[in-house]
DNA sequence: ACCTGAACACCGTTCAAGT
DNA sequence: ACCTGAACACCGTTCAAGT
């Protein structure tokens, strides 16, 4: 049996592809550092030449997360010159990669985890779109865009991670992911 | 040595506020059905006569957050007259739970956890608030209360959620959670 | 009816040893 | 430098046996 020689941090890669994996079948709840290393073919103890331990795996994993995310995020902004259009396909976008995504957004944003660095790009997308919707008087123009733009991202966050959640108490299963965002944000304010 | 010898479910409850501790303590990351069997002074088979496992318990536990929760929601909503500072209280109540019982609310919203019927009751509180607050012109009359009630636990949850990371990412240590909440209510409704 | 004692497979992590 | 093999303490869960 030929086992596969790992080389120039080719295993780590392998581990963080491997978790994902797992994440996308088993859940976050069922992750198993032992089962990563498994799945690779290597031994339970050659993880940690390349992560101190299964949170540091999990960390690599999420910054490959929010890498995606902000993929994502910038894409929708991008694809629209409207501003209304542009910041309703973000908001639609953040909802979407949670439900497509649903473990790997539960580990990225997991309990009291610190926070990625990759994180304040997409942040900074947000800024600039609700920025611009303050100039057309989409949003309210008083509140600085800082704070507009972490509420809504806030209200984003709560609406992802509650209809992530079965039975889906009170957020319809039928919506999609884009109606659940856009007709919340709609809703409040008046869009 | 005399063993605590439980009858009645006296055993159940004292697991329950064992869990509690152990979620104060160390985390919810680090929760141990074991470790409360061993706090309770009971063989760690023992919780399986009162539990189906781990994850019965913890429903168990956050069946009572919620309980709690919903008290203090409903305290503060019953405690103004004005409309605009139910709405504004409750919403402080909100993340002040959060952020005074961060591991149990993390337990209570655990990724897909199924919801609880409890939360169904808070929920109402809210929405009947909402209702009042539309017919005072505080938050915009066309959508439905309920849409509305949701856009505004949702945006709750999120600045929740958000604001118990680490580091704070956006959300300013330096604010309370009442000021972070109001804060946040304020400048999206203008109120 | 309720709990113990002992076992099972599995977990995260460590470390001496191999190559 | 990178990985193995074997071990450690611990985990959730099961089950026959005690009272």
């Known amino acids: ?13 392998a581990l963080i592809d491997g978790a994902r994996e797992i994440l996308a079948e088993r859940g976050h709840e069922q992750f198993s550092l032992n089962e990563v290393a498994r799945r690779a073919g290597v031994s339970t103890a050659a993880p940690y030449r390349h992560f101190s331990g299964k949170d540091e795996l999990l ?9 995606t995310l902000h ?7 991008a694809s629209a010159t409207d501003v209304r ?29 610190v926070a990625s660095p990759v994180g304040v790009e997409s ?19 008083g509140p600085s865009p800082e704070l507009m733009a972490r509420s809504i991202w806030a209200t984003l966050h709560g609406l992802a991670v509650l209809s992530l959640r079965r039975p889906h108490e009170r957020f319809g299963l039928d919506e999609s992911p884009e109606d659940l965002a856009t007709g919340t944000l709609t809703a409040m304010f008046g869009l």
Chains 1, 2 share one sequence.
Do not use: I, K, N
């Open 1 to 13: 049996m030929t086992r596969a020689t790992y080389h120039h941090g080719a295993l780590r890669q």
């Open 59 to 67: 960390a690599a994993v999420s910054d490959q997360g929010y890498a």
């Open 71 to 77: 993929e994502a995020l910038a894409g929708t902004a």
């Open 85 to 113: 259009e542009r910041l309703l396909r973000m908001s639609g976008a953040y909802v979407r990669f949670a439900h497509d995504h649903p473990d790997l957004f539960l580990t990225m944003f997991r309990g009291r985890a």
């Open 123 to 141: 942040f900074e997308v947000l800024r600039q779109v609700v920025v611009d919707a303050q100039a057309a008087a989409l949003l309210p123009a």
